[in-house]
């Protein structure tokens, strides 16, 4: 079974500092990977998604992740967080050809 | 995402109550999906719709049921609601792009409470 663990729950950063968004999965065959964003109040928006075509994948509003098989990690990041950031965060695999399964979430604090 | 829009966007009922959240799509897309998000859960499916006549249940149905009156409509109904459904309720849609890959896309969600 494919699933995805978030490692942590809660990230603060200060405004202009790197964004590290940890996510690791588990699948028994190649995975589809994606990374949704939450702002409150508002539906899931898609940040990037992971096709196989490249390892590193760049999304919108400057994020990317990295797809490592050896770590079985799918992490986010950006390098400079803006207050507009704060929200929380999900990474999801695709766990069969209907269905994706969704991490626990991570809530992205920005200080000021 | 104005393309999914989701009514009522809050509702509060009592216990036993039937309930009828709406999801409607300009979208175009086969594909429909209920969702429900609980703090530390994330987001768990509760059904999905391939298409009119194809209607499945998710990891978490028991409780609900669905309606897919049409490509664009996709309705979710807790017969008898209780208090552990009080949730906020996502409906999405996808587009098929041929082999593995696939985005959802989800409406603004349904914060219902029940009492």
């Known amino acids: 079974a494919q699933s995805v663990t978030q490692l942590d729950s809660h990230v603060s950063v200060s405004e202009g500092t790197p964004v590290l968004l940890r996510c690791n999965y588990s699948?028994?065959?190649?995975?589809?990977l994606f990374w949704y964003v939450q702002h409150p109040n508002k539906g899931l928006q898609l940040l990037l998604k992971?096709?196989?075509?490249?390892?590193l994948v760049k999304g919108i509003n400057g994020f990317e992740a990295e797809f490592k098989k050896s770590e079985t990690s799918f992490h986010l990041t950006k390098p400079s967080a803006h207050m507009s950031d704060a929200a929380e965060y999900f990474c999801?695999?695709?766990?069969?050809?209907?269905?994706?399964?969704f991490g626990s979430g991570t809530q992205l604090t920005v200080l000021p | 995402d104005a393309d999914v829009t989701q009514t009522p966007r809050n509702r509060i009922t009592k216990t036993g109550k039937r309930i009828m959240l709406e999801c409607s799509q300009t979208?175009?897309?086969?594909?429909m999906y209920w969702y429900r998000q609980d703090p530390g859960l994330g987001l768990r499916l509760i059904y999905y719709?391939?298409?009119?006549?194809?209607?499945n249940k998710g990891e978490i149905s028991d409780g609900y049921s669905v309606s897919r009156q049409a490509q664009a409509k996709f309705s979710l109904s807790l017969e008898s609601a209780i208090p552990n459904q009080t949730a906020l309720y996502f409906c999405?849609?996808?587009?098929?792009?041929?082999?593995?890959?696939?985005?959802?896309?989800f409406g603004p969600g349904t914060r219902l409470t029940v009492l």
């Open positions: 999801v695999v695709r766990s069969s050809a209907r269905q994706l399964t």
């Open positions: 719709s391939f298409d009119v006549k194809d209607i």
């Open positions: 979208k175009g897309h086969d594909r």
């Open positions: 999405a849609t996808s587009d098929w792009t041929g082999g593995a890959f696939y985005t959802q896309y």
């Open positions: 992971y096709t196989s075509a490249a390892t």
């Open positions: 699948s028994s065959y190649s995975p589809s």
